[in-house]
């Protein structure tokens, strides 16, 4: 059970930032009308802000280093997935870190989820 939590939580991971680094209009594919995100402490609710939120970003593209990424089975078989990483910006010299954290629910009985609480930071200092 613990490893089948680890697999889907590094997969979901892997293909989120494939999706957030190659084609960010697709993200919201991955939230339904109840998800939460809360981006630099502003918090917006459902797929759609979701989507305006990440489409207002001021950069178009980017790439994410990932350092790190922790999952743990929580209720109703959901997962929590702590990511750690670095965020590469064009034109700029220096990474920056962040920590997101990710509550995925399960959507379907076969196997797929959706993000229920999405949680961004930087981390400065």
Do not use: W
Request: proline share 6%; aromatic share 12%.
């Amino acid at each position: 059970m613990e490893e089948q939590v680890e697999l889907v939580g590094r997969a979901f991971v892997d293909h989120y930032y494939h999706l957030f680094d190659e084609d960010r209009a697709s993200l919201p594919s991955l939230y339904q009308p109840t998800s939460m995100l809360t981006f630099e402490g502003q918090r917006v609710v459902g797929a759609q802000a979701i989507a305006e939120k990440l489409s207002q970003l001021p950069f178009d593209q980017c790439q994410h280093l990932i350092s790190t990424v922790d999952s743990q089975p929580s209720s109703a078989g959901g997962i929590v997935v702590f990511v750690s990483g670095s965020l590469r910006l064009p034109g700029e010299e220096h990474l920056l870190r962040f920590s997101q954290m990710f509550h995925l629910i399960p959507s379907s009985p076969g196997g797929s989820f959706f993000v229920q609480n999405d949680m961004f930071r930087l981390n400065y200092g």
